[in-house]
């Protein structure tokens, strides 16, 4: 298994490529356009990594326990989630290189939860895709992804990540501020099938800035079916409470 300080030292050397300007966004359209100038003040380092701090709670079957962690993501890499939840429980979740895994200890020593596999690497993958929306300076057309408008309020990102393609569907409001993003995303959210592709909703709730950033800074997560069971499939709210570039 992927060690955590080599996961973090792969992502943490992915430095700025020059800084941002109006020419990162020639050809784009327009709608893609006014979500990345809302998105991104002009001279920001175009970072492909962030470290970022929150705190929130995560669903453990009927029981929601408190959490507050620390991050480095990079959407189109991977991310290292290290946490410590409801006090006595610590551990991770991380994704690099095509390799994902769930390592969770009680009181550091008692082994809770140890996964990894294909099954959690493309769902690791996916989630990398769903937290995309934290580092909009990852997400231009420079690192390779590939931007479409449908309506005045949803656009499309398509982008690989290691062998999966990934689509991440996003809903703007007037402003072109993020208010969701969807996906297929691998999953088995019952724990009792086996994965396959199921909508993933990622809504947002907050915005705020860090730095030269302007994102969303509080949301929740989970698996949507489309129907109107969003009570029962949410399993993660946040906030952020601390962004920096990883310059």
Avoid at 38 to 52: E, F, K, N, V, W
Avoid at 75 to 101: F, I, K, Q
Avoid at 120 to 148: D, H, I, K, N, Y
Avoid at 228 to 240: H, P, S, T, V
């Amino acid at each position: 298994m992927t060690s955590l300080r080599s996961v973090d030292a792969r992502l943490g050397r992915l430095h700025a490529q020059g800084s941002f300007s109006d020419g990162e966004l020639q050809g784009l359209p327009d709608l893609v356009h006014r979500y990345f100038r809302a998105s991104i003040a002009s001279g920001t380092p175009l970072a492909q990594s962030a470290r970022l701090r929150m705190h929130g709670a995560v669903r453990v079957g009927k029981w929601w326990l408190p959490f507050r962690a620390e991050q480095i993501l990079s959407p189109l890499h991977g991310y290292l989630w290290a946490a410590r939840v409801a006090r006595v429980v610590v551990g991770s979740d991380r994704y690099v290189d095509g390799d994902g895994a769930m390592e969770w200890k009680l009181l550091g020593r008692i082994n809770l939860m140890l996964a990894e596999g294909p099954d959690v690497s493309r769902s690791a993958a996916g989630r990398a895709g769903a937290e995309a929306v934290w580092v909009p300076t990852a997400m231009l057309p420079r690192f390779g992804v590939a931007w479409s408008a449908r309506d005045p309020h949803h656009i499309t990102a398509r982008y690989p990540v290691d062998d999966l393609d990934l689509t991440l569907d996003y809903t703007l409001d007037h402003h072109a501020r993020v208010r969701s993003i969807a996906l297929d995303r691998w999953g088995a959210p019952d724990n009792n099938e086996q994965a396959r592709l199921h909508r993933f909703v990622h809504e947002l709730t907050r915005v705020s800035t860090f730095g030269g950033l302007t994102i969303p800074s509080a949301g929740r997560g989970g698996w949507f079916d489309g129907v109107d069971c969003w009570r029962d499939a949410e399993f993660f709210r946040y906030e952020i409470t601390d962004l920096s570039l990883v310059e």
